[in-house]
């Protein structure tokens, strides 16, 4: 019989001003990916800046959050639509959603025969009065 092991949580890894909380991300960042023949390939590598480890971690989409514990938002240090590290960085800061929830407004579209759901087998025509 399997038992259920509880994981623990790996620690955050200290980045400057940052906490970066994706070990296995940052582990592709800093030593690359398992590549043919069991090689390593792209990684940035140990000695390569806390700037360019911090945009290829945001570019996979990592978890980062300030030493207060506020979370960044994804595209901070990574600029999505020119494909590169941002060069001057605007610090932003993911706002928490309100405690009621998203709220959705909605409009019924249509005719009143759209309102009245088809069954298997023949369809019986409405009769207006």
Do not use: C, H, W
Request: charged share 40%; aromatic share 6%; net charge positive.
């Amino acid at each position: 019989m399997a038992t259920n092991k509880k994981t623990k949580k790996d620690k955050p890894a200290n980045f400057g001003d940052f906490l970066l909380y994706s070990v296995d991300k940052l582990d592709r960042v800093i030593n690359g990916i398992m590549g043919a023949q069991g090689r390593l390939s792209g990684g940035l590598g140990k000695d390569a800046s806390v700037e360019a480890i911090i945009a290829e971690y945001d570019k996979l989409g990592g978890l980062i959050r300030t030493k207060d514990g506020q979370k960044v938002e994804t595209g901070t240090f990574y600029d999505f639509i020119n494909r590169k590290p941002r060069e001057n960085i605007v610090l932003k800061i993911a706002k928490k959603k309100n405690e009621a929830g998203i709220k959705i407004n909605t409009e019924e579209i249509g005719d009143e025969k759209s309102k009245f759901s088809r069954k298997r087998g023949r369809s019986k025509e409405v009769e207006e009065e």
